[in-house]
T-cell receptor, first 119, second 110 residues
Framework: SAVISQKPSRDICQRGTSLTIQCQVDSQVTMMFWYRQQPGQSLTLIAT?????????ESGFVIDKFPISRPNLTFSTLTVSNMSPEDSSIYLC????????????????FGAGSRLTVL | DAKTTQPTSMDCAEGRAANLPCNHS???????VYWYRQIHSQGPQYIIH???NNETNEMASLIITEDRKSSTLILPHATLRDTAVYYCIVSGGGADGLTFGKGTHLIIQP
């Protein structure tokens, strides 16, 4: 399965600033996903990022707040804009692997996440 | 994606089998059952998936009922490192992001 590196692993940010999170994959992948995990909560899908097209956002998430870039098949960034304390979360990048040979199902691989604290 | 129901938390003694149930009564015929786990401060880790048949790999076994409305993840010999939140997810297996529920917090007791 793919190996995913996320930067930064953690950061403390001031209210009103923006932070860009990087996701680097060791192999070319078509589908990349960004998730948010608020404190004590499960994961929520923010958007799907495909190379060569605009990201597709889930309900409740907008491009102005969470702009995403996908310049090539191994890299993506998520920016958290104009941050407030409510944006304090772990942000996770994930990629869709090649379909399982026997079942055809797709498996997601996740990065370790980027823990943001907004003061 | 079909919805799943899991117990909030479970305890299991170290060395014993941990059996984690999941109900997915609205599952569609083309939807897979996936299991992931998230150890504290890490990203989720894939464990196993299945469609109709029971499956086994080096990490766990997945037992799916004949009507596919429920399943059980079995960790045959639980260790302290298996303490984690376990997510049961039902999805069509296509190129979509998975929808995570609240999962089961499994605590392995020494």
């Amino acid at each position: 399965s793919a190996v995913i590196s996320q930067k930064p692993s953690r950061d403390i940010c001031q209210r009103g600033t923006s932070l860009t999170i990087q996701c680097q994959v060791d192999s070319q992948v078509t589908m990349m996903f960004w998730y948010r995990q608020q404190p004590g909560q499960s994961l929520t899908l923010i958007a799907t990022a495909n190379q060569g097209s605009e990201a597709t956002y889930e309900s409740g998430f907008v491009i102005d707040k969470f702009p995403i870039s996908r310049p090539n098949l191994t890299f993506s960034t998520l920016t958290v804009s104009n941050m407030s304390p409510e944006d304090s979360s772990i942000y996770l990048c994930s990629v869709l692997g090649t379909p399982d040979r026997s079942s055809g199902a797709n498996v997601l691989t996740f990065g370790a996440g980027s823990r943001l604290t907004v003061l | 994606d079909a919805k799943t129901t899991q117990p909030t938390s479970m305890d299991c003694a170290e060395g014993r089998a941990a059996n984690l149930p999941c109900n997915h009564s609205t599952i569609s015929g083309n939807e897979y059952v996936y299991w992931y786990r998230q150890i504290h401060s890490q990203g989720p880790q894939y464990i196993i998936h299945g469609l109709k048949n029971n499956e086994t790999n080096e990490m766990a076994s997945l037992i799916i009922t004949e009507d596919r409305k429920s399943s059980t993840l079995i960790l045959p010999h639980a260790t302290l490192r298996d303490t984690a939140v376990y997510y049961c997810i039902v999805s069509g297996g296509g190129a979509d992001g998975l929808t995570f529920g609240k999962g089961t917090h499994l605590i392995i007791q020494p």
